[in-house]
């Protein structure tokens, strides 16, 4: 049997959090949580998570710092990074692009589009 892949879920929104984190977990895939950009960089160094999910709009950090740091950090640069924000501009995707993003879903977004872009980022790195 594959190994469970980890996923960090950083968001300020517990509900959210809750929610993804069940539809994750029913999908196989074991989650861990952060509530803010700075618990997000820390948890995602302790726990090494296979892909991280970040919203942009978080206390401490926010997630276009969390993405750049991560994706500069030679340790952790090879995440993949999935953002799911509440901002739709264009503005935000070329700026969650240029820090190292690998995909942006506006809220709400399709769940089986999620997973699918999930799976595929999953594969792609352990190959």
Do not use: W
Not at 110 to 127: A, F, H, N, V, Y
């Amino acid at each position: 049997m594959a190994e469970q892949k980890r996923i960090l879920i950083a968001d300020d929104e517990p509900d959210f959090i809750y929610v993804l984190s069940v539809r994750l977990e029913v999908n196989g895939y074991e989650v861990i949580t952060a509530r803010d950009g700075e618990e997000a960089l820390s948890k995602t160094k302790e726990e090494e998570p296979d892909l991280v999910i970040l919203d942009l709009m978080m206390p401490k950090i926010n997630g276009f710092e969390v993405c750049r740091m991560l994706k500069f950090d030679d340790a952790y640069k090879n995440i993949p990074i999935v953002i799911l924000s509440a901002l739709d501009q264009q503005r935000d995707r070329d700026k969650a692009t240029t820090n190292g993003a690998d995909a942006y879903f506006i809220k709400p977004f399709d769940l089986k589009l999620l997973l699918t872009k999930i799976e595929d980022l999953l594969k792609r790195g352990s190959s």
